[in-house]
């Protein structure tokens, strides 16, 4: 099978190469899923660049990647199911997050055939793609994390959207209005007609305008672009909640050893000083994200903005698309 395989961390240019490879075989409870798309998201460029060097610790491989095949996302079709297999039967369409702890490691789902744990997969819903369907699990699910477990969030509060239009900021959008949220998105002015279409109350251009100084006080601040917390403060009520998502601009506004974890460690420091910061400290999840995900993406309460899609063998330009961050929602490769 074709596959992008990676030999080394660093510049996706000299460790990506289109590879034949032998195609993997079904365990026990997996089943083998014949990928006909996989999402592109930053966790895929931090393990392709070995960058933050902790997140080698974490799973992905000290010197060089564990598992040469990128992705943790995909939807297809399932080809064979292993003996133990009882989930899903061969031609079923299904989507979902391969990994079980963190998206910083490869999992294999830039390649013809994937062989998945049963229990990570989803029946895809006939109403969205392939391409829609793995858009969704990763960045859907950090997004509900944030807005459910951490947040809190309830109807009628008012929510701003850092970073609104990139993949986790419109699903945050869509989740938002659907608990039934009043909701602000900021983001650069070619994303905010989508930011519209996806149901955003308000949009504010970030060129243009400072949401930290326009006496605007919102009940809860999603950052997934990462403002400094002394000028987010400004744009929260007193008795508001920030939540802050680990994106570092692919590098640029964080050091190599530890990237924005250093961050999150002083803002924790604060926590228990600032009520405003509790939304940092995490929350158990009543349930795994992707059930309540899929049962959002089913109700027809969120739809899936793929702004832009590559096939297999451009990965390195979808790479690259990524870190421009100039597309509107998620950048899928198709298979």
Known sequence: ??????????????????????????????VLVKVHAASMHPDVWH??????????????????????????????????????????????EVYGEVVRI???????????????????????????????????????????RG??????????????????????????VQIAKAIGADVTGVDGRA??????????DRVIDYTEQDFTRNRERYDLVFDVAGRPWADVKRALRPDGTYVRIGHDHFGSSAGPLLGNLGRFAGLLLLAPFDRRLTGLRGARATEDPMAAVHELVQAGSITPVVGRTFPLEEAVAAIHALQAEQVPGKIVLTV
């Open 191 to 200: 994303k905010l007609e989508m930011l519209r279409e996806i149901g955003a």
């Open 102 to 144: 963190n998206q910083w490691r490869n999992a294999g789902t830039y390649a013809g055939y994937a062989a998945v744990s049963e229990d990570r997969l989803w029946p895809k819903p006939a109403s969205i793609s392939f391409e829609q369907a793995a858009a969704t699990p990763t960045s859907a699910s950090i997004a509900l």
């Open 47 to 92: 393990v392709v660049r070995g960058v933050p060097y902790v997140l080698r610790l974490m799973g992905a491989g000290v010197r060089k990647p564990k598992v040469r095949v990128p992705g943790t996302d995909l939807a297809g079709r399932v080809e064979s199911v292993g003996v133990d297999a009882k989930k899903f039967r061969p031609g079923d």
């Open 147 to 172: 807005l459910r477990d951490e947040a809190r969030l309830r109807a009628g509060q008012r929510v701003l959207i850092n970073g609104a239009g990139g993949g986790v900021g419109a699903f945050a």
């Open 1 to 30: 099978m074709k596959a992008i395989v990676q030999t080394a961390y660093g510049a996706p240019d000299q460790v990506l190469e289109l590879r034949e490879i032998a195609e993997p075989a079904a365990g026990g409870g997996e």
